[in-house]
C-alpha cells in the first residue's frame, strides 16, 4: 500500500522562492512608480503586463510559503514608494531598464529549475521563466519598433572552418594578438549595455536618496560603473567596434525620492550580485589573457562595492536575513 509523504524543500528551493519573492516585491514597487509616470501608451502596455507577471509570481511564492509554514519574507511594501514623486527617468529608460531586468530573469529563473527537485517548485519556476520569454519578446518588439534597440556588432563570416594553429590565439597583453571572438564582442557589448543602464538608474538613486552616506554610496556606484563601460569600450574601440550609445540624458533633475532607501540600496545589490555572474560568464567564455585580467579586476571591485553597501544596509537594519541553516555552534552555547 502507497503511502503520501510530504517531500521537504531543498535549502536551494527555499533559497531560490525567498529570492524571487523580495525581487518581486522590490519589481512591483519600481513598476507601479514607472507606469505612473508613462507617457507613451505603447511603452506603458509593456510595463503593465511586467506588473501583471510580478503580481502573479509573488502571489504564487506566497502560497507555497504559506502551505510549507515558512514565514513570508518581508519585501517591499507600500511603504516603498510613492507613485505620485516626481518623474525621475523618461519612458524610454523605462523600456530600456525593464529590457536589462528581463535578461537577468533568464538567468535566475533558468538557474532555479535547474536546482529544484520538488514538481512542484520546477513547475513554478518554468512558468516565470516562460512568461519572462512573453515578456522578452514584447520588450524587444517595442524597442525596435521605437527604434531603440541597439544590435550586437556584426562580424563577418569566415572563408572555411578551421583549427587554432598558433598559441598567440591565448595571448592578449604582448605579442601577435588575435581578433576579438564573435562571443567576447558579445560579453562585452552587454557587460556595456548593463552598466550604461545601472548608471542611469544609480544616478537617479544618487539624486533622491534621503540618507547622505546612501547618496554617496551610489555617487561612488555610478563612478564604478563610468570606468566599467570606459574599460569595455576601450576594448572595442581598439577594433574598430561600435560601442553601444549612452542614456545620459534621460534623468530629470527631479530630487523627489520615488523609493524608501532601503529598496534603493537592496536594488543595488541585486544588480551587483547580476553583475559579477555577468563577469564571471564573460571570463568562461573569453580565451585572451588580458580579458580574463581585466573581468578578474572589474568583478573584484564589485565585490568589494557588494560588501559596503551590505555593511551599509546592516547598519540601518535594511537587510533581511535569507534562509540560512541552523548555527550549531551557538545552539550547544545556549
Not at 571572438?181 to 548608471?199: P, Q, R, W, Y
Not at 554610496?217 to 560601442?243: A, M, N, Q, W, Y
Request: glycine content about 6%.
Amino acid at each position: 500500500m502507497e503511502t503520501e509523504q510530504h517531500i521537504r524543500l531543498t535549502s536551494a528551493e527555499i533559497s531560490s522562492l525567498w529570492g524571487t519573492y523580495i525581487s518581486n516585491s522590490m519589481s512591483i514597487c519600481v513598476l507601479r512608480y514607472l507606469i505612473e509616470k508613462a507617457e507613451d501608451a505603447e511603452i506603458k502596455k509593456v510595463l503593465e503586463l511586467a506588473l501583471e507577471i510580478a503580481n502573479k509570481s509573488l502571489e504564487d511564492a506566497g502560497y507555497i510559503f504559506n502551505k510549507e509554514n515558512y514565514p513570508l519574507p518581508i519585501g517591499f511594501t507600500d511603504e516603498d514608494v510613492n507613485i505620485k514623486a516626481k518623474r525621475l527617468w523618461s519612458d524610454e529608460f523605462s523600456l530600456q531598464y525593464l529590457n536589462q531586468m528581463a535578461k537577468s530573469g533568464f538567468t535566475a529563473y533558468g538557474m532555479s529549475v535547474g536546482m529544484s527537485s520538488r514538481k512542484d517548485i520546477r513547475e513554478y519556476f518554468n512558468k516565470n521563466l516562460h512568461l519572462n520569454t512573453e515578456l522578452n519578446s514584447k520588450i524587444k518588439d517595442t524597442l525596435l519598433s521605437k527604434g531603440l534597440y541597439i544590435r550586437p556588432p556584426y562580424i563577418s563570416p569566415p572563408d572555411k572552418a578551421d583549427y587554432v594553429k598558433k598559441q598567440s590565439f591565448l595571448t592578449g597583453w604582448f605579442g601577435d594578438r588575435k581578433p576579438l571572438l564573435g562571443i567576447e564582442i558579445a560579453h562585452l557589448f552587454h557587460n556595456i549595455e548593463t552598466n550604461a543602464v545601472g548608471k542611469m538608474l544609480i544616478m537617479g538613486f544618487s539624486q533622491v536618496a534621503e540618507q547622505q552616506d546612501s547618496r554617496d554610496f551610489f555617487t561612488r556606484g555610478k563612478k564604478i560603473s563610468s570606468k566599467h563601460i570606459e574599460v569595455f569600450g576601450s576594448i572595442l574601440k581598439e577594433e574598430d567596434i561600435p560601442v553601444p550609445m549612452s542614456w545620459s540624458m534621460d534623468v530629470t533633475d527631479s530630487q523627489e525620492a520615488p523609493f524608501s532607501d532601503k529598496l534603493m540600496m537592496f536594488h543595488i545589490t541585486m544588480l551587483n550580485g547580476t553583475g559579477i555572474g555577468n563577469y564571471g560568464l564573460a571570463m568562461a567564455g573569453s580565451t585572451r589573457r588580458d580579458l580574463i585580467t581585466h573581468f578578474v579586476r572589474l568583478a573584484a571591485e564589485i565585490g568589494q562595492y557588494a560588501e559596503d553597501g551590505a555593511n551599509l544596509m546592516i547598519k540601518h537594519g535594511w537587510l533581511e536575513e535569507p534562509p540560512q541553516t541552523v548555527d550549531r555552534e551557538k545552539l550547544n552555547k545556549q
